[in-house]
């Protein structure tokens, strides 16, 4: 499965994008879905979570602005990043995960894992 991200580009402060992911194909037994960003010079770090239960997280510096959405209307695990009031410290590029459950080979014997799916991700370039 492929993840497809959109909605990056230049915006201006305080402006309110919405990237969008959408999986090329149905993910079984997914656990969650995430948003990830990285910026120049930094590591990537964990924005926005939705489990497969609906519950959501979020990284501090993103809450109360960002909103982490399933969009099942355009595909099954698609989801969105609604961003508000965005700052010029949220540039970055941002990646769309996904984590589910597979299939893992100790060695000796089968249990059940995580694995993960990454998109290829989408900049946003916040700045006037």
């Known amino acids: 499965v492929q993840l497809q991200a959109s909605g990056g580009g230049l915006v201006e402060p305080g402006r309110s994008p919405r990237l969008s992911c959408l999986p090329s194909?149905?993910?079984?037994?997914?656990?969650?879905m995430s948003w990830y960003r990285q910026a120049p010079g930094k590591q990537r770090e964990l924005v926005a979570t939705i489990t497969n239960n609906g519950m959501t997280n979020y990284e501090d510096s993103v809450k109360g602005r960002f909103i982490i959405s399933r969009d099942n209307a355009e595909a099954e695990n698609a989801v969105s990043l609604q961003m508000y009031k965005l700052k010029p410290e949220d540039t970055a590029t941002y990646y769309c995960?996904?984590?589910?459950?597979?299939?893992?080979?100790?060695?000796?014997?089968?249990?059940?894992?995580?694995?993960?799916?990454w998109g290829q991700g989408t900049l946003v370039t916040v700045s006037s």
């Open positions: 995960h996904a984590e589910y459950k597979c299939q893992k080979y100790s060695g000796s014997y089968y249990y059940t894992g995580t694995c993960e799916y």
């Open positions: 194909g149905r993910i079984f037994n997914l656990n969650a």
